[in-house]
Nanobody, 126 residues
């Protein structure tokens, strides 16, 4: 059974940084693409970043490009999201997700993900 557990959320001032972590278990982590999504109050869940099983493939939403970095450590079964220059509009619950098929191209859509964590709240104050 695939399990994803996020951590690292919290309250930060605008301009600050946070690093989110997502620990995965239940299958061979290194074979699957991973992604981060977020959902702000009253809004739909949206894509933030994704990374392929081969770490050379990374994708970002335009709204976070240049500020956020996704990475993974296959020895620790963990994917990270380094968030710099945070803005109040980054406030949301951040979710880790992964695909169902191995060795796939990282998806940028919620429908392309098969497994989800419970999320971690990031609040950016102005």
């Amino acid at each position: 059974q695939v399990q994803l557990v996020e951590s690292g959320g919290g309250l930060v001032q605008a301009g600050g940084s946070l690093r989110l972590s997502c620990a995965a278990s239940g299958r061979t982590f290194s074979m699957y693409a991973m992604g981060w999504f977020r959902q702000a109050p009253g809004k739909e869940r949206e894509f933030v970043a994704s990374i392929g099983w081969s770490v050379s493939n990374t994708y970002y939403a335009d709204s976070v490009k240049g500020r956020f970095t996704i990475s993974r450590d296959n020895t620790k079964n963990t994917v990270y999201l380094q968030m710099n220059s945070l803005k109040p509009e980054d406030t949301a619950v951040y979710y880790c997700a992964t695909e169902g098929k191995p060795f796939g191209v990282p998806t940028t859509t919620t429908g392309g993900m098969n497994y989800w964590g419970k999320g971690t709240l990031v609040t950016v104050s102005s």
